[in-house]
Each structure stands twice: as C-alpha cells, then as structure tokens.
C-alpha cells in the first residue's frame, strides 16, 4: 500500500527527489521571495548539451519534426536556480534563448535557426502541496497526465486542463488550457493562484519572481499575464501554483473534485453511408446544441464532446463525448445530446473503430461505459497512435465560434473533407462554454469568454516532400471557412478569434490574412495592449520572444 510522502503526496516515477542545492525549498514548499536573484554571485550550473553530445539531436526538436534547431547549447535544468543561472548567462553572452517544456509547440516559437540556447524545463516535473502558499505547485515541466494522476491519487483533487499526456505544463497554462472538464469547472487559469517566473529586466539582472492573485500593481499584473497570454513572453515559469478562487481549509478541499465516475460514449459515421446533406445536419446540429448550452449554470454543464470531421480518405466521422455520471439523469441527457447531434443523419452511429485526425480509435463505446474520471482521461489522453508519433510532421489552424456555421461555411467544410488532403486531415469541432464563460473576458488573460465551441484544423505527414501539398490543404480549407473575413475568424457575432495554445503563423502573414485584424488581435482581443503593458514592466529588453510574442508597446 502506499502511502502519502513527507509533503503530502505519493511517490511516483517520474517525479524528481528533492534537491538539495539552491531553489530547493521552493519547490518542496516554503515560498520564495517576492523577487530574488543569486546570492554571492553564485549560479549552479546546469547539465549542458553541445552539438558533440550524442543526445543534442534529441533536445533540438519537439514533438513537431518541421522545427528543429542547432544551438550553442541545451540547458537541462532541474531546479529554478540552474533556469535562473542558464537565462543569466544567455543574457549575459547576448545569445537569443527559448524555453522547452513538453515540446508540443505548434509553430516554431521554440526550435528555429534564430535560437542559439535553449533552456529545457522538461526535468523540473515535480508536483506537490506547498503549505506556505497553501496552494499546489506544479514545475513547468510535468507533463499533464502526471499532473493528474499526482492531484488525484494524493489529495483526490485535479485541474481542467488538456486531453493529450505528454503536453507539458509551462506553454499549456500560461496559454489558458482547456480540457473534458471545461463546462464543468471552466479553464485551467481560472484556477492559477501563483506563477513563479524568472525575469530579466532592462539592466540584465535576472531574478526569480512569485506573483498571485493576491498581489498588487505589477506583481498582480505578472500573474494575470500568465492566465493565457502565451508561453514565451514575459519570462520563463518554474513552476504554478493552483488554487481555486474562495477556496479554504484542507488541501483536498483547495481544487475541483474531479467526478468519481464519467460516462463515455464515441460513435461514428462511416463517410460510404454520408451524403453532404448528412455532413451539413451533424456540423449544424452540433453548433446549434453548443449555442444553446453556451451560457453557464444549465443542465449541461457536465458535458463535453468533441466532433471529428475526418477526411474522407480517412473513412470516418466520430463523435466522442464524455459526462459527469454523477449529475442528475447523466445517462438520459447523453442520450439526448447524442440524438440531437444525430438528428436528420441517415446512417446509424456506429462503433469508433478507426482513428480520425489525431483522435484514437475507441472501439465498444458505441454503447456508454461506465469509468472513473482517471481511467477515461487515460484512455482518451494515450491512445492515439499518430499523435504518439516521434516522427511526424503536421499543421493546425484554429477558431472560436458564437453562433453555429453558416450554409455557406458547412459547404466549404464539407468541399475541402471531400477532396485533396489526406486520411490524417481533419477539423475538430470541441464543446467550450459553460462555465467557462462564468468568467469576464478581462478577468484572466484568456478573452474568449463568448464562445460556443472550438474548432481545428489539423493534417499530418510522414516526409517534408508532403509539406506543399499538406499546407495548401489545411490553408484553403482554414481561408474557404471565413473567406467572407478575409480568410481568419475576425472576432464578432459569430466569431471569437484563434487559441493561441494553436499558434498559427499564417495569421500573421499577408498572403493568409487579408482581414485587416493583426493576429495578436485574434489571440487576445480586447486584452492586448494590458499584455503589452504587463512586457514592458516585465521583459522590457524583450529577452523573451518568438514570432508571434507580445510586443513592446511603440514608443
């Protein structure tokens, strides 16, 4: 049997010993200082990776094959004072850096020939209770399925964040992640007490920061940066710290609960038996039911689901959704939900027997199953294949909508899933709202308070000769949806921007957007020039950039 460690939590692989060199305590607990740099001049060292080492190969790349790098080094640190030390010297040396968490960047804001240190988190995993901020603290590296299983398995709590597992924590947070849990317990920021931050300021003095909810002026205005402004932008975070809003007493009592069981259903459609007028009534019958369950405190809250429209040469359409088993008639309003999503559909659902896009097949669950809250999120979080995949390349291009497609929009989709593309395309519709909208757009950094549902384009390919085929899929498919918008979804009744956790470097080019809307303007709508106020007083030799980083204001 076992039983909870000296801080309160389980052992578990994969998580670190306690370190005895600097930073040390704060990870296991004791709150830093607001603010502090190394003492007596003194930096420990981090393990560093050369060209001539023969895992550099491996730490220059992330999980997308398109971005690799060739820096000076690769910095493997393993406490916030080694990510303070590497940050120093590369400000020090003058050497462009980026930081690596779990590596599931979409665009190449980490590896790219511009960057000649990398600083690498991945190490710093650990999970714990932190009794001085009475809150949970979380490295920037862990990796999101070790997050869960260390909540729930040592305090019975967890946090709404993503599906896949091997995301890491630190770009997933400050990003505003979402996850199955979203209508019931809103985004994983709407529970970020704290975040712990090493800061470079305009004299190149590196400190390490802690910044909450709780404090004032600047600090508070650190804290709400990292509530979905972006990794990469105002410095690199050691570690979060979770706290729901209000929240008092044990620390089982500090966080969600996750739900002791969950039902979980996929089904699918297989595209012989699919006409475009079966496709057009599920992707209308899906932004309808979402529109109508957008606000929070409804019956529904408990809900979410995910529509894959896969290409046709993948064969398959699949519906999978999960529901919290212990709300009121869980089973009746599942079923319910599935036969309006279906409504008007010739074809019977079946079983998910094929994987669609990046989403696993889920065989036997054309009939519901119950699970408890940790198996399901395992079983939908691990199993697909091409997404565990070290040697692919892909591309994604996202949206938030208010209101269902239009006529005109569920044709271009139906068009592009008809033809060119691959058995790898596919667009993702995933439920949002409920009490994720509870929150003011302005309250966090994550603006997209209004939304119905989410969408994501996404292809994937084995070689770069597939590249130039594979981008002009997924790039007229994207443009074709909101050509009537210059090709981007320009926030408005209907739409509400892009994720920036789906970064999109086309938003930013010309050729692609013809809106006029600047693509920060996409990813954070009203809340950009506060993000930019928050770089200045915090990054203001813009140390931390990538192509798409908040940018200083003008002078």
Not at 90 to 104: K, N, Q, T, Y
Not at 512 to 541: C, F, I, M
Request: aromatic share 10%; hydrophobic share 40%; with cysteine.
């Amino acid at each position: 049997m076992h039983t909870p460690n000296e801080t309160g939590r389980f052992p578990r692989r994969g998580f670190l010993a306690a370190s005895a060199g600097a930073g040390a305590a704060a990870v296991l607990g004791t709150p830093p200082a607001a603010a502090h740099g190394p003492e007596n001049g003194a930096l420990p060292s981090s393990e560093v990776v050369t060209a001539a080492d023969p895992r550099y190969a491996d730490v220059v790349r992330g999980w997308n094959q398109r971005w690799v790098a060739s820096p000076d080094a690769v910095h493997l640190v393993r406490t916030p004072a080694q990510a303070l030390a590497a940050v120093q010297g590369a400000v020090r040396s003058g050497r462009r850096l980026s930081v690596r968490s779990g590596g599931h960047c979409y665009e190449d804001f980490v590896f790219n020939p511009a960057i000649e240190l990398v600083v690498d988190v991945s190490g710093m995993n650990r999970v714990s209770y932190d009794p001085g901020h009475r809150a949970f603290a979380v490295e920037a590296g862990a990796r999101l399925l070790d997050v869960y299983e260390a909540l729930h398995l040592g305090w019975g709590v967890t946090v709404p964040a993503g599906i896949c597992f091997s995301v890491g924590a630190g770009g997933h947070v400050s990003g505003g992640g979402w996850g199955m849990l979203c209508r019931r317990n809103g985004l994983v920021v709407d529970h970020l007490y704290g975040v712990e931050v090493v800061v470079a300021d305009a004299s190149g003095t590196v400190r390490l920061v802690t910044a909450t909810r709780e404090d004032d002026g600047a600090l508070r205005d650190l804290w709400w940066a990292h509530t979905g402004g972006g990794g990469g932008n105002f410095g690199l975070v050691t570690r979060y710290l979770f706290r729901s809003p209000g929240a008092a007493g044990a620390p089982g009592d500090l966080l969600p609960t996750p739900p002791r069981e969950v039902l979980l259903s996929s089904v699918s459609w297989s595209w012989d038996k699919l006409d475009r007028s079966d496709v057009t009534a599920l992707i209308d019958n899906w932004g309808r039911w979402h529109a109508a369950h957008r606000d929070p405190g409804g019956p529904y809250d408990g809900l979410c689901s995910y529509l894959v429209l896969g290409h046709r040469a993948g064969g398959t359409i699949s519906l999978t959704t999960q529901i919290d088993a212990t709300a009121p008639d869980a089973a009746a309003r599942l079923d319910a939900f599935l036969a309006a999503i279906g409504e008007g559909v010739r074809a019977r659902p079946a079983s998910s027997d094929l994987p669609v896009g990046k989403h696993p097949a889920l065989p036997g669950l054309d009939v519901p199953r119950r699970l408890s809250w940790l198996r399901a999120t395992r079983l939908l979080g691990t199993t697909n294949a091409l997404v565990n995949d070290p040697t692919q390349y892909s591309d994604f291009k996202s949206a938030y909508l208010r209101e269902p497609f239009t006529r005109a929009q569920t044709d271009a989709l139906y068009d592009q899933l008809d033809r060119g593309g691959s058995a790898t395309a596919a667009v993702t519709l995933s439920s949002f709202g409920g009490q994720v909208n509870a929150v003011s757009p302005t309250a966090t950094a994550s603006v997209h308070r209004n939304a119905a549902f989410k969408a994501l384009w996404g292809i994937f390919w084995a070689a770069p000769e597939q590249e130039a085929s594979s981008l002009s899929w997924i790039r007229t498919a994207y443009h074709d949806v909101f050509a009537t918008t210059g090709g981007v979804p320009v926030p408005s009744a209907a739409a509400d921007g892009a994720y920036v956790n789906y970064p999109d470097a086309d938003l930013g080019d010309p050729r692609w957007n013809t809106s006029g809307v600047p693509w920060h303007d996409l990813y954070y709508g009203e809340n950009y020039p506060r993000l930019q106020r928050v770089k200045q007083a915090w990054d203001p030799a813009d140390v931390f950039r990538h192509r798409q980083s908040v940018r200083l204001p003008a002078r």
